[in-house]
């Protein structure tokens, strides 16, 4: 693969003094797209030609790519560091066919638990499950990482859907995050949703033993009007939460895929059993492309391929993820997590230093407000940053069509912009009335977009569950493909570990009760400094 990896930097080289104006045609519109669940993605304006994509396809096969998926889905322990299966997928198996672990079928577990969240969903949509002071009005849901990031996003998305009690979402340890959502509601009338595996997450942990104190204000018994979503049951009791208002999953479901199952409850008890199925099935229909579809037709194959092909074969260090619907305001930083953490490795399965950059640095925001900030760098910076555009045929909105109209047009407008850019002659004649001489070239030059820079584009019908699902399915298995291509473990995260044994170290540094006398000096003064001035 190394020798691969060197052709394709090599290939990329070559394509950055390539014309992406010159290479389009009709035929590359329809050659350079792709058709699945609905959707089209068209990676058409990118500077990737047949020999650049016939490459990456015998990347995929040099990696092993179609017996890696098949080990995926087979229930095989891909997670090598942790030894571990890696099967979000069984959790939107709606069709029912057995997923096999250790010889044991796992999607009798998978159902009956899906029909116990359900069923805790429905009683509390209907008011049977009560407060003890009426009917639930407010679910917070209290996690960090995967076990916030990806339900919050989807509560967000799906905000037409809602019929249920409002839901809220607490993550940060920062004192602030959990005064102003609990500060608002009623405790008589809130459910309050613990979401950690292990139970000792300490932002969560700290978040739901603040909740408990603000309950226990006002209810007799503040426990009754509390959930978890964990497998940690000794723990769970310890809270006073009742075992029938606890949802566990197992070890083969990573933090950042987890929505599709107990983490997803706060989701589903906002949109109602049906819509949380349409959402699974929406996922479902892009597992079952991603297993079957050859890799020229395969979506997450060649959203991977294209991804890989900015960042490790033309350098191109970031990717800005712009999605033109406001209700995706979330997916950036829930991709941010997806992809980063998944991807952002620094050696392969075997220990050894990659050959290549892993992962690229995501980022992005919704259109059109991102055009009134930090598109000025993408057009006319000197950084070229490759973005991924999507947007929808319809909105939600049917007394203001003609806004979705307007944003349609500014997401194709803006993806054509960085395509075709506007040359020096362009911008003299726009402004030629105005100046003259050397004023002219002076003026003109600011107005100058060199263009030339990459886009790819994903369009569907509307944003329905079935439409998100198949999104965020697209995007794991994207983020599956280009982490079997670069060798790595997609599915842990020891990156994160370092920095929690160290804040645990100085919490008591911080709050005076021990020395910081065995702290780097930059860290003591840092320490001293905020204790003088009130922590």
């Not at 969560?204 to 497998?231: G, H, I």
């Not at 606890?246 to 599709?260: E, K, L, N, P």
């Not at 995007?475 to 599915?491: C, P, Q």
Request: one cysteine or more; charged letters at 20%.
């Amino acid at each position: 693969m190394k020798d691969m990896w060197s052709t394709l930097a090599q290939k990329g080289q070559a394509a950055a003094g390539r014309s992406i104006p010159e290479l389009m045609s009709a035929e590359r519109a329809d050659g350079y797209a792709v058709e699945a669940c609905g959707m089209r993605f068209d990676y058409s304006k990118t500077a990737m030609t047949d020999a650049d994509r016939d490459h990456l396809l015998a990347m995929c096969d040099a990696a092993g790519l179609s017996d890696k998926r098949r080990a995926m889905f087979e229930g095989r322990a891909i997670n090598e560091t942790e030894g571990r299966a890696v099967l979000h997928t069984a959790l939107r198996n709606l069709s029912g066919g057995a997923v096999m672990i250790d010889e044991q079928d796992v999607m009798p577990r998978v159902l009956g638990t899906l029909a116990r969240m359900e069923g805790f969903a429905r009683a509390v949509r209907e008011g049977n499950f009560r407060g003890q002071g009426g009917a639930i009005t407010d679910v917070v849901n209290i996690g960090i990482g995967g076990s916030d990031l990806g339900p919050a996003m989807a509560t967000l998305a799906l905000a037409p859907y809602h019929d249920g009690p409002r839901c809220h979402f607490v993550s940060n340890v920062d004192g602030a995050h959990i005064a102003d959502i609990l500060g608002p509601l009623n405790p008589e009338t809130t459910l309050i949703i613990v979401a950690s595996k292990t139970f000792t997450t300490i932002e969560t942990m700290t978040n739901a033993a603040t909740a408990k104190a603000w309950m226990a204000e006002r209810v007799r018994d503040p426990a009754a009007q509390f959930a978890a979503l964990s497998t940690a049951q000794d723990k769970t009791a310890a809270f006073g939460i009742s075992e029938t208002r606890v949802f566990g999953f197992a070890d083969w479901v990573g933090g950042r895929y987890s929505m599709w199952g107990p983490i997803g409850l706060s989701l589903l008890i906002a949109i109602g059993p049906e819509a949380f199925r349409a959402f699974l099935r929406g996922a479902e229909s892009m597992d079952i492309h991603f297993k079957s579809a050859d890799p020229l037709e395969n979506m997450p194959v060649m959203l991977a391929l294209t991804g890989l092909w900015h960042n490790q074969g033309c350098g191109h260090a970031t990717r800005a993820v712009l999605p033109y619907e406001q209700r995706l305001n979330r997916l950036p930083a829930y991709l941010q997590q997806l992809e980063m953490e998944s991807n952002g490795k620094r050696v392969s399965m075997d220990g050894a230093d990659l050959p290549v950059d892993s992962g690229p640095v995501v980022w992005g925001e919704p259109g059109t407000n991102g055009q009134h900030a930090f598109y000025q760098l993408i057009h006319q910076g000197t950084r070229i940053i490759p973005c991924e555009f999507m947007v929808g045929a319809e909105g939600f909105e049917h007394e203001l069509p003609h806004q979705h109209r307007l944003l349609i047009a500014n997401c194709l407008a803006q993806a054509e912009a960085l395509m075709k850019g506007r040359s020096l002659d362009e911008a003299k004649a726009l402004i030629k009335d105005k100046f003259s001489g050397d004023e002219l070239e002076r003026q003109a030059r600011h107005r100058v977009f060199p263009g030339n820079r990459p886009s790819t584009m994903l369009v569907y019908p509307k944003l329905t569950p079935e439409v998100l699902g198949a999104i965020v399915a697209l995007y794991e298995h994207r983020v599956f493909v280009e982490g079997v291509l670069l060798g790595i473990n997609s599915f842990d995260q020891w990156g994160v570990e370092l920095g929690k044994e160290l804040a645990k170290a100085l919490e008591p540094v911080v709050a005076g009760e021990t020395s910081a006398d065995d702290k780097d000096a930059s860290t003591a003064s840092l320490v001293g400094w905020l204790q003088r001035h009130g922590a």
